[in-house]
């Protein structure tokens, strides 16, 4: 073999073996991140519960504290969190428990929450976000509405463009 020929079998064996151990990396990485997820069936009740029921959302967050940022997934990607569940029912208190407990606010719980200020800075910094749907396709303008009612809140969206409180794009 001459050298030229060394070279190149050499490189390409090297990597090679880079590209293989890349892929064990990330499988182990992966079996790494998914070590115990919780199960679905009480991640689903979690969600259905926060639409309603504080006792039992405490019942829950107690004995599962990472609870608080599941999702169920109802099906053709409507995606709901707990908090997104207290949001679009307007209810304030199974929201502020759920914050205080380290749940992830998103722009349609400030909506509900009535915090116009934030709604609207966020809003100003990405326009397009005023389109975007929450879970089961309830917008802006029905979280602005439903919880701590922002009238200031409800005229900006409806002065900028949104008149739909729901817009089904889910096939349920």
Known sequence: MNRRKFVEKSMLFGCSIAVLSSCKAKNSLTAEFVKNPLDIEKTRDF????????ALVKKF??????IVNSTVDWGDGDFESALGAAS???NID???FLIESGARADIFTLAMLGLT???ITY????PATINSIGPHGF????HSEIGVKSEGLSNYLINNGLTDKFIKTFKK
């Open 139 to 142: 917008t802006l303008l029905h």
């Open 47 to 54: 969600v259905y519960y926060a639409h309603s029921d504080l």
């Open 61 to 66: 967050v107690n004995e599962f504290p990472h």
């Open 94 to 96: 199974i929201a502020n």
């Open 88 to 90: 679009h029912v307007g």
């Open 123 to 126: 809003l100003k910094k990405f």
């Open 117 to 119: 200020d934030n709604v």
